[in-house]
């Protein structure tokens, strides 16, 4: 009677460490999706600021037309982007949006009156504070894709980690050349 005790409490603990690490990788698994959705949350929220700042710089700068078909395509890529789960692409859609940004900002430099004008101040400080939110959104991600990477490679989560369908996750790289600043040539 006592060995019997004994067994289905030993079964019942297995039991329990195994619901504990499913539910651990599984939490911390959606946690990391959630990161991640949260960086497309601020992208797309970059996305759509930037019409209208493409629109308030056309009045002033109409002869730059590449600058503007630029901007758009990498805005279009970013909200293609946004639509999956590829982080690398996520990466480098982000990363020519970027680019075409800085272009945009130095068609604004030239024009004076466009740098007073009221509603591209106000576009440019959304801009700058969507930028920050999309760098916590990024770090925030990383965070929570360490935190799932080491439960996945780490006794006793590993072994549960099949029985969850909880893989390690990619983190979110800049793309090669976004260590150095871009140039901007008209």
């Known amino acids: 009677m006592i060995a019997l005790i004994i067994v289905l409490v030993v079964i019942l603990a297995l039991v329990l460490v195994g619901v504990v690490g499913f539910n651990k990788l599984r939490t911390t698994d959606i946690s990391a999706q959630e990161a991640l959705g949260g960086i497309d949350v601020q992208l797309t929220r970059r996305a759509d600021l930037i019409p209208n700042m ?14 503007f ?26 990363a020519a949006l970027q680019g075409a940004l800085v272009k945009l900002n130095a068609v ?19 801009l700058a504070e969507t930028e920050n939110q999309i760098s916590f959104a990024r ?48």
Not at 54 to 64: D, I
Not at 162 to 173: C, L, M, Q, T, W
């Open 69 to 94: 078909e630029e901007v758009t395509r990498a805005r279009a890529g970013v909200q293609a982007a946004a639509g999956g789960d590829d982080v690398q692409a996520k990466a480098a859609a982000d």
């Open 108 to 126: 604004a430099e030239a024009y004076p009156d466009l740098k007073a004008n009221t509603n591209f101040l106000e576009l440019q400080r959304q």
């Open 139 to 186: 770090t925030f991600y990383n965070d929570a894709v360490a935190t799932l990477n080491k439960l996945v490679a780490t006794i006793p989560w590993m072994f549960f980690s099949g029985i969850a369908g909880v893989g390690k996750r990619d983190f979110y790289e800049a793309p090669a050349g976004q260590q150095t600043p871009p140039t901007v040539s008209f």
């Open 54 to 67: 493409v629109e308030t710089v056309k009045g002033y700068a109409a002869h730059e037309k590449g600058v």
